[in-house]
C-alpha cells in the first residue's frame, strides 16, 4: 500500500478537573436525549460503534455524547459490542512532528500525539532529554514511565520515576503518580487494571525490588521482590503472570546462580516469584521484543519468529521476518495479525552497516504455515528514523 502522511488527531477542550485517572464514573442518561427519536438505549447502541478516529470530535457534539464517551462504562460497551479497535503507539527516536505516533490499522493510517508536557516544541528526540523509560498500554490509557532525566543544557541525568499518561479517548495528556523507587531500563507490564514493574537501575545501583500501579486506585504499592538483581530486562503479561525477561544482573539472594537469559515469574495470586532458567531464547543479549498472539508468547530473533512453549522452556521457530536481521523495531499484536514498525536493518552485503526502517508490515500468523509466514506491507510511519524508543497497543 502507499504511504500515508501523518495526521494529528482532533483536539477537544475540557474543563479543568473532569478527567480522572482512577476512580469510580456513573452512566446516567436519562435526563438528556442523545440522538432525537431514538431511546437512549438504543442510541448507545449506535454511539459505541462510531469508528475509533471520530471519537474525539464526538465529544463536541453535545454535552451528552461527551458523558457518554467519557464514562469509563463507554470502552466496556464498546468491548462487548465488537467494536473496541487497537491503535499501535510508538516512539521513533528520530520522529517528524509531535514525537508519538498512532497507528490505526483498520484505515492504515498515522496520527501524532498531542505534545509530551514538558519537552520542548515535541518535534526533537526523546532520547535526547529521557532514556531508559518503559511504555504500557491499559485499556484506552498509555503510561510512560521512570528512565533517566538530563534537565537542559546538562550532560548528566538523574533516574526518576514520573509517570505520564496519555488518556486517547480525550487525545490528552496527564501527570500520573510517580514510582515509589525511581528506575531506568526496567521491566514493565500491565495485569488488568494493574501495572507491574521490576528491577532496572536505580540512583544507586542495580534493583530486585519490584511494585505495581493500580489505576482505579490511582496509587503505586510493594510487591515481593525478585530473587535476582535485574537491569536491561525485557516485561510482558503472559498467562495471567508478570514475566521479567533476561538483562543483566549481579547477584542472587540465593544459592543458585542462574546464567543470563533466565527470566522470573511473578504470581499476583500467590504472590510469589518463579524462576525459569535459561529461558531467552539468545542468553547473551538484552531480550529482543516480545508479544501475545492468540495465546502465544511471540519474539523476534535475528531473522526469525520465535515461538514460546513453556511447558518444555524451549522456543520454536515460525518463518522470517519482514526484513534482514531487524533491531530497535516495534513488534505488536492486533486483531489476530502481527506488525512489525520502523527501526533499522543490517545490510546483508556489508554486515556492518545497516539501513532505516520506516516501514509497516503485517502478518496473520494463523493463516501461514509453519516456517513460511507471508508479510504484507502497510503505511510507512511518516518522516520518522532510528530505532523504536517504545511502543504498545490501546483499545477503545
Known sequence: MAASSSRDLPQVSSEEGDIKVGGESSLSMDEEILIPGLSNDVAILCLVRLSRAVIPIA????SAWKQLLDSDEYPLLRKEAGKAEGWIYVLPEHPSGNIFKAFNPKLNKWYDLPRLPGFGDGSESLASSWEGFSCVAVEDMLFIMGGIYRYPDSRTGVVTGIMK???????KWLEGVSMMTPRSWFAAASIGKRIYVAGGQGRTGFLSTCEFYDVEMNAWFTAPNMACVRSSCRGIAYEGRFWVLG??????????????GSAEVYDAKSGKWVLVREMCVDIHKVPWPCTI????????????????????????????????????TAF??????VFGIGGLAFIASRPM??????????????RSGLCSVTWKKCADIPGASGTILASCVLYL
Open 59 to 62: 465529544r463536541s457534539v453535545c
Open 165 to 171: 499518561i496519555y488518556h486517547s479517548r480525550l487525545n
Open 247 to 260: 538483562g543483566e544482573f549481579e547477584r542472587h539472594q540465593h544459592g543458585l546462580r542462574p546464567v543470563k
Open 293 to 328: 498472539q492468540e495465546g502465544k508468547l511471540l519474539t523476534l530473533y535475528r531473522d526469525r519468529i520465535m515461538s514460546y512453549d513453556v511447558d518444555q522452556n524451549r522456543w520454536e521457530d515460525m518463518g522470517k521476518t519482514w526484513a534482514s536481521m531487524p533491531y530497535g
Open 332 to 337: 505488536e499484536s492486533v486483531g489476530g495479525c
Open 353 to 366: 552497516m545497516s539501513k532505516n526502517l520506516s516501514s509497516v508490515h503485517s502478518s496473520n500468523l494463523s
